[in-house]
């Protein structure tokens, strides 16, 4: 079945330091990717998305480019900031259902 | 718009007792689904439903009961509750109207204690 690879953390940054979360996936179709974040206490917040190959999705300085031909969908961010401490998930959908990578945990120091 | 909301936030059951986890979504999505969220394991899906009256079982089934008679209700009842259902249970819903990007949005989560 369908499934994601997640660099495994935790990663902890200085600010303004560059973040990458590497993912990797396995799928027999040709699903769609996501990053979700998850603040301290609170429920998964979708980042960016991206549907078809070469698709960069993008959102709040976050990046994530769609590559079918290394199966990845690596997340990067030029410069963190301390608000950007959370749980970090690599997810893949062929339909309505999400299959979900292990999720790093991202801790940024001021 | 509420979007998804669950209820309880918390729960602390015994070891045997049964209870039902309340999920709702304002927003007239066909699809929902129940994942439970464990420390190193990402989520990992429970049930889902693609309509009312229509459900699935997902990956970690086993000890949970779901129902679907409406659109906006779809809740999680625990049979016979153990210490292995220990965990945050997140309820989600996605629209096939939202194209190939089946966005899925979350609730805030049940944080369900058994002991």
């Known amino acids: 079945g369908d499934s994601v690879t997640q660099m495994e953390g935790p990663v902890t940054l200085s600010e303004e330091a560059f973040l990458t979360i590497n993912c990797t996936y396995t799928?027999?179709?040709?699903?769609?990717l996501f990053w979700y974040v998850q603040y301290p206490g609170e429920g998964l917040q979708l980042l960016l998305k991206?549907?078809?190959?070469?698709d960069k999705g993008s959102n709040k300085g976050f990046e994530a480019t769609y590559r079918k031909e290394t199966t990845s969908f690596h997340l990067e961010k030029g410069s963190v900031q301390v608000s950007d401490s959370a749980v970090y998930f690599c997810?893949?959908?062929?339909?309505?259902?999400?299959?979900f990578g292990a999720g790093t945990t991202v801790t940024v120091r001021a | 718009n509420a979007g998804v909301t669950q209820t309880p936030k918390f729960q602390v059951l015994k070891t045997g007792q049964s209870m039902t986890l309340q999920c709702a979504q304002d927003?007239?999505?066909?699809?929902m689904s129940w994942y439970r969220q464990d420390p190193g394991m990402g989520l990992r899906l429970i049930h889902y439903?693609?309509?009312?009256?229509?459900?699935d079982q997902g990956e970690v089934p086993n000890g949970y009961n779901v129902s679907r008679s409406t659109t906006e209700d779809f809740p999680l009842r625990l049979l016979s509750a153990a210490p292995s259902q220990t965990s945050v249970y997140f309820c989600?819903?996605?629209?096939?109207?939202?194209?190939?990007?089946?966005?899925?949005?979350f609730g805030p989560g049940t944080r369900l204690t058994v002991t």
């Open positions: 989600a819903s996605s629209s096939a109207r939202q194209g190939r990007s089946y966005e899925q949005y």
């Open positions: 799928a027999t179709g040709y699903p769609s």
């Open positions: 991206a549907t078809k190959a070469d």
């Open positions: 997810a893949l959908t062929d339909d309505y259902k999400l299959s």
């Open positions: 927003m007239n999505h066909e699809y």
């Open positions: 439903s693609v309509g009312a009256g229509i459900t």
